[in-house]
């Protein structure tokens, strides 16, 4: 048993390859000249990767072997005629806030997670709305209930625009998905995609809802973690409420005084149920605490969080954004992540310790593994 | 026939043709038609509401002509337009 990294970078994709001790790596560079907002791999064993070009717009692309790519001839993409978020189309044009665009339609400007269930492939996409395959990328339908639901046109974009990030599903349930949107929030349905209610109970919304990522385990789906611009939550009915969990964690004063655990990326090791978080000091710097590059680990459901920096740098100056970390779910698992100055990381002990396996890449947006 | 210039970045997904040939009388009725041919290239061509992505430019007869020229812009068989995007950083 090997593994494959697939980390989405402004500029193309890293390939990095490993046999199961995770201790040697080759590169191989594609997709070049693309950038790579996410990547998953299907039931049938099809990797897909979502990229996402400033001029010739977002598309996908397939491989059976993470070699030979080829581009979908389909991709998510709006109906004519849907109405745009000007808030949206004023971040992701980076200008006009004179109001020019009220009247613009929704487009599917970039792809930010994909997510595979036993027979379907999800995509969360900017402007936020949710797709749907369900013949490995010929066709991609609009989740209609989702991208229309009541109270759309009230959502507000965060920095990187309206996008919708995060995609989890219940296996046992395939009624049940949670989807976030930043900045508008959490939301679930119990009833196949009809309909959908935020889940934010609990957690500091004083400046609004700004959820930016979220785990799981499938065996165990109704217990959420929440990496939010406010916080670290734990939810154990399904998001209906959450409760802080920060015991450990460094914080910082965000731009209103409120003082929390701030970052973007959490994952879990679903064999241990190790937590995995990157915080950063706050919304103001988005930098590591102190230039100490850490990754911080929870072995007790999020109770409690140790920090973890072996084999991490002290003088470091990026982040880790949100799809940018990932677990293989071996055993031992090994943990990933990169950051947006183009380093990845690894740890082959379940994120005890870490080594560098790339460095020099462009600004990395997604990381995802891959068991081979 | 008009042939089409296309750009490194693209031919990913033309197989790694560098031209390709497509008919039309005007720039848009030939991006049209190549993205009739080569659907996963249309992606990249049009937007939603079958815009042309605003900042694609084609080169026609040594001057550059912008999306929304496109519709207007007469061709002759023959001739050649390049495919390119509009300048963007320093």
């Known amino acids: 048993m090997g593994v494959a990294l697939v980390v ?5 994709a890293a390939v990095l390859k490993s046999d199961g001790n995770r201790k040697d790596w080759s590169t191989d560079f594609v997709l070049r000249g693309w950038p790579v907002t996410a990547s998953v791999r299907d039931s049938t064993g099809r990797y897909y990767a979502a990229v ?190 959450w409760v802080v969990t920060e015991t450990g964690l460094p914080c910082g004063e965000l731009s209103d005084g409120h003082k929390c655990s701030f970052g973007f990326a959490i994952a879990m090791d679903r064999k241990t149920h190790s937590l995995f978080i990157a915080p950063l000091d706050s919304d103001n710097f988005r930098l ?28 470091c100056f990026s982040g880790v954004l949100r799809g940018a970390m990932s677990v293989d779910q071996l055993d031992p698992g090994g943990v990933y992540f990169g950051t947006s100055s183009g380093q990845v990381f690894a740890s082959n002990n379940v994120g005890e310790s870490w080594a560098e396996v790339a460095s020099g890449l462009p600004r990395i947006m997604s990381v995802e593994a891959y068991a081979t | 026939m008009i042939r089409v210039q296309v750009p490194p970045v693209l031919r990913a997904v033309t197989g790694g043709a560098r031209t390709l040939e497509a008919d039309g009388t005007t720039v848009r009725e030939v991006f049209e038609d190549i993205a009739k041919k080569h659907p996963a290239l249309g992606l990249h061509l049009f937007d939603e509401r079958s815009g042309i992505r605003r900042n694609i430019i084609c ?32």
């Open chain 1, 8 to 12: 989405g970078t402004k500029k193309g």
């Open chain 1, 52 to 241: 996402a070009n400033d001029v010739y717009g977002p598309a996908i692309f397939v491989s059976d072997d993470l070699k030979e790519w080829k581009q979908l001839e389909a991709a998510p993409r709006y109906k004519p005629g849907e109405k745009g978020s000007p808030g949206h189309i004023r971040i992701v044009g980076a200008s006009d806030f004179m109001g020019r665009y009220k009247d613009e339609p929704r487009l599917v400007d970039q792809i930010w997670a994909l997510h595979a269930t036993k027979d379907a492939v999800y995509a969360g996409v900017s402007e936020a709305g949710l797709f749907v395959t369900r013949d490995r990328g010929q066709s991609w339908e609009p989740v209609d209930g989702f991208n229309n639901q009541p109270g759309r046109d009230q959502w507000e974009p965060g920095f990187g625009g309206l996008c919708a990030h995060t995609i989890l599903s219940d296996p046992g349930n395939p009624n049940r998905m949670w989807v976030g949107v930043s900045s508008s929030g959490f939301f679930r349905t119990d009833d196949g995609g009809k309909t959908w209610s935020e889940k934010s109970a609990g957690v500091n919304t004083d400046l609004g809802i700004c959820v930016h990522h979220v785990t799981h385990d499938p065996a165990k789906p109704d217990v959420l973690f929440r990496q939010d611009h406010r916080g670290v939550y734990r939810s154990d009915d399904a998001g209906d409420t």
């Open chain 1, 288 to 315: 590591p605490h102190d230039g100490q590059l850490a990754i911080y680990k929870s072995t007790d459901d999020a109770k409690n969080w140790q920090q973890r920096k072996d084999g991490l740098p002290s003088q």
């Open chain 2, 59 to 90: 080169v026609h007869r040594d001057t550059v002509v912008r999306p929304d020229e496109m519709a207007e812009r007469k061709v002759d068989q023959g001739e050649e337009l390049v495919l390119a995007n509009a300048f963007a950083g320093g």
